[in-house]
């Protein structure tokens, strides 16, 4: 299932969540949908869930206009808000029941391939207990009692159990330890080799430099780019480390003047040498046939990290 | 749908049920005084009829008259308990529904399962009605038994509605065994004709009647006087004149303007024959009820009843338990069902608010508000009869909570008002964005 913004807007009052946005996440991508605080992802995504009303321009998945016929896909749709609230005063068993009996109809076995909804609830106790013990949740506890980061595992599990064929994540990995985090994450990417797509919301750099295929940077409620990580990382700047002689120096600020390369970084400064990191748009032949004429000690050319891509985006 | 009904029920059954409870314990406990008000009925009766008591009681929808009956006395703390106190809650409730969804962010999760707006606003207010019946169910099961409980010590009681033109004419054909027991006297039938009197002059739609006499305003200007028809009479045959310039200020007729002072006096000698003679076989008759039952049923009950024959005339005609009683349970029903109905208007005008608006996270607390200025409006303004018309913005003006009837068509208009608002609620719910945080 395609995910496709198209012009999409949204004004609080006067303020602007996300304004004229155009995007499209492909069937069975894997994307990641990075951006500052106050960028517009959650206002993204809540109009992507038909949570908010476009101001003007719409969302669609699977081609179906969200803010209109939005309960067409919902059974194909999972959705984890970023803050996980839900009903306090249930133990976690009696969520999970619920949560099944709202998908135990004829229809939605019909769409799920199976001849009877009794069927698709085993399927769906089958895929939460995996689930449960991945993720090592106590079921038999009230949910208002659980810690944040064991909130999130049942948001989790409830956005995935109905086996929904497109996921959506608002910054999942927020609030649980490194652990859990990896054994969400590998969930998610198991569930894409299967072949659902996956919309992920993060703070976490590493995270979507590592499990993502594409990403997207939002500013501003717009789209920065849209890219796939590998053409990201080789299209933008690379990163060069030289370490040269202190008074070989001048020479180098000769070379990043004429190749247009800026002083990113010193890292270290020895006795006699220094060492530091260009940052430049240059292609890697390029780099490397300008810099046969320095005398250098060290050298080594790499792709930034998407952090590094961040901050050059963002400030 | 099921599901979500059910979900909504389970949720809110406890405070709902825990209302029921504080608000039966608080009947239970007002029930109890209802001994010492029946022995210290004729006391009570003269205090709370003073001016100032009969407006501060008006204000509180009490009629003095009622409370003395056993369900006039429920319903006097009905009225206040079940219809404010659970017209406020269920008000609060349906705002809830929906507004705390949002609050909590729970809307975020809901709103993603594979149900439609339109069906979750549906299941919401379906669980809305299953918990009001719930509660009043509770209401009139605890209701019925603190008052069953009290029944032996309540006074006998009319009931105007059960008064079919069947059963009076059956009193009129059995009633001679009691007739005899009945005692007349002279206060007896003075108070009938008053009473006659006064019926007439209130049924009457237009000031002046056929004969071109405007009788309310004559009857007005006699006064006090009225009470005594002998010594009106008298008074009149011996000052003539000043009575007949008084007659001419209420006269529209031509003819009876043009009245001299001979056949005035002519005429009041007429009247006075004919009124002693009325006098002289009301007070002789054997057979009161034969000859005068169906002028004025109600007054013969309750001469009936003042006199402790209510055993002979059941005995006489079985078919009068059902219409003089001491527990009216019948009335009982009618007062709870115009609550509820009320209750079920406000709920819905809640679950509207909280629908409708888009911050809506004050819209329990505004409901709340509302329904408490509803009442008051009623109740206070209400009881000021140029301004009674206001009793008809409220909900609360709709309901007949004495007991006396249920107006079926009222109800149902304020019914179909409050669904009007329900479905305005629904399509804005359909459409706007949920409130919860960004």
């Given at each position: 299932m395609s995910i496709i913004f198209e012009?999409?807007?949204?004004?609080?009052?006067?303020?602007?969540?996300i304004k004229a946005l155009d995007l499209v996440v492909k069937q069975g991508d894997f994307f990641g949908f990075v951006g500052p605080n106050g960028a517009g992802k959650t206002t993204a995504i809540k109009l992507m869930m038909n949570l908010l009303q476009p101001s003007s321009g719409s969302v669609y998945i699977d081609d179906v206009d969200t803010s209109r016929h939005f309960d067409k896909i919902k059974a194909s749709v999972g959705f984890m808000p970023s803050d996980a609230s839900l009903y306090g005063d249930l133990t976690v068993e009696a969520l999970l029941r619920f949560n099944r009996n709202l998908y135990k109809t004829d229809a939605i076995a019909r769409l799920k391939g199976v001849n009877h909804p009794k069927v698709f609830e085993e399927m769906m106790i089958k895929r939460e207990n995996d689930l449960i013990d991945w993720l090592n949740i106590d079921t038999k506890k009230k949910f208002k009692a659980l810690s944040l980061g064991n909130k999130k595992k049942i948001a989790f599990v409830l956005a995935v159990?109905?086996?929904?064929?497109?996921?959506?994540?608002?910054?999942?990995?927020s609030g649980l330890d490194p652990l859990i985090q990896e054994v969400l994450m590998s969930t998610l990417r198991m569930l894409h080799k299967e072949g659902n797509t996956?919309?992920?919301?993060?703070?976490?750099?590493?995270?979507?430099?590592?499990?993502?295929?594409?990403?997207?940077?939002?500013?501003?409620?717009?789209?920065?780019?849209?890219?796939?990580?590998?053409?990201?990382?080789?299209?933008?700047?690379?990163?060069?480390?030289?370490?040269?002689?202190?008074?070989?120096?001048?020479?180098i600020k000769k070379w990043a003047i004429d190749n247009e390369a800026v002083l990113y970084d010193q890292i270290k400064e020895y006795e006699s040498t220094l060492k530091v990191v260009y940052h430049t748009k240059a292609s890697v032949t390029q780099i490397l046939k300008s810099l046969g004429e320095l005398t250098l000690v060290d050298v080594s050319i790499d792709s930034p990290s998407l952090e590094t891509l961040f901050m050059h985006y963002y400030l | 749908m099921f599901t979500l009904v059910l979900f909504e029920i389970r949720k809110r059954i406890k405070p709902v049920f825990w209302m029921a409870l504080a608000i039966v314990s608080m009947v239970a406990i007002s029930m109890q005084f209802y001994p010492t008000i029946t022995e210290n009925m004729a006391l009570l009766d003269g205090f709370l009829s003073t001016g100032m008591m009969d407006q501060v009681l008006g204000a509180f929808n009490v009629e003095v008259a009622a409370m003395k009956s056993l369900v006039g006395f429920f319903n006097t703390y009905c009225t206040m308990w079940v219809m404010m106190v659970g017209g406020v809650f269920f008000a609060y409730v349906g705002a809830d529904l929906l507004s705390k969804e949002e609050r909590l962010g729970t809307i975020d999760y809901l709103a993603l399962k594979p149900?439609?707006?339109?069906?979750?606003?549906?299941?919401?207010?379906l669980s809305l009605q299953a918990l009001i019946l719930t509660f009043f169910i509770v209401i009139t099961g605890v209701g019925w038994g603190s008052l069953k409980l009290q029944e032996s010590r309540a006074p006998w009681v009319v009931d105007e509605n059960a008064l079919t033109e069947e059963r009076i004419e059956q009193v009129v054909k059995q009633g001679d065994s009691i007739s005899a027991n009945i005692v007349i006297d002279e206060a007896i039938f003075s108070a009938y004709t008053n009473e006659m009197l006064l019926k007439s002059v209130t049924e009457q739609q237009e000031s002046v009647d056929t004969a071109g006499i405007d009788a309310k305003g004559l009857i007005d200007a006699f006064g006090d006087q009225m009470q005594d028809p002998e010594a009106l009479f008298d008074a009149m045959l011996s000052d003539p004149d000043q009575y007949l310039a008084l007659f001419k200020n209420f006269v529209t007729d031509d003819a009876l303007s043009q009245l001299d002072r001979a056949s005035f006096i002519e005429a009041v000698h007429e009247e006075q024959d004919k009124y002693e003679n009325l006098s002289q076989d009301f007070i002789t008759t054997d057979h009161i009820l034969r000859d005068y039952f169906k002028t004025n049923p109600e007054f013969f009950l309750n001469l009936v009843i003042e006199?402790?024959?209510?055993?002979?005339?059941?005995?006489?005609?079985?078919e009068m338990k059902k219409v003089i009683m001491q527990f009216n349970a019948l009335a009982l029903l009618?007062?709870?069902?115009?609550?509820?109905?009320?209750?079920?208007?406000?709920?819905?005008?809640?679950?509207?608010?909280?629908?409708?608006?888009?911050?809506?996270?004050?819209?329990p607390q505004q409901a709340l508000g509302l329904t408490l200025i509803f009442y008051f409006m009623n109740s206070i303004l209400g009881y000021e009869v140029n301004l009674s018309w206001i009793k008809w913005l409220t909900p609360f003006g709709y309901a007949e909570t004495s007991g006396d009837e249920i107006n079926l068509a009222r109800l149902m208009l304020l019914f179909f008002v409050a669904m009007l608002f329900f479905i305005v609620g629904g399509i804005r719910y359909k459409k706007r964005d949920f409130s919860s945080r960004v």
């Open positions: 012009q999409a807007t949204k004004y609080y009052g006067k303020a602007i969540g159990a109905h086996y929904p064929n497109v996921i959506i994540l608002d910054e999942p990995t996956i919309f992920l919301s993060s703070h976490t750099l590493s995270e979507v430099e590592n499990n993502c295929r594409t990403v997207g940077l939002i500013k501003s409620g717009q789209m920065l780019e849209v890219n796939t990580i590998e053409a990201l990382k080789a299209n933008s700047l690379k990163e060069i480390t030289l370490t040269v002689a202190k008074r070989q120096f001048e020479s | 149900y439609s707006r339109v069906k979750i606003y549906l299941s919401k207010w006199q402790n024959l209510t055993k002979d005339l059941f005995n006489a005609v079985p009618r007062a709870l069902f115009n609550m509820y109905m009320v209750t079920v208007v406000l709920g819905t005008l809640g679950m509207f608010m909280g629908g409708a608006l888009k911050n809506n996270a004050a819209a």
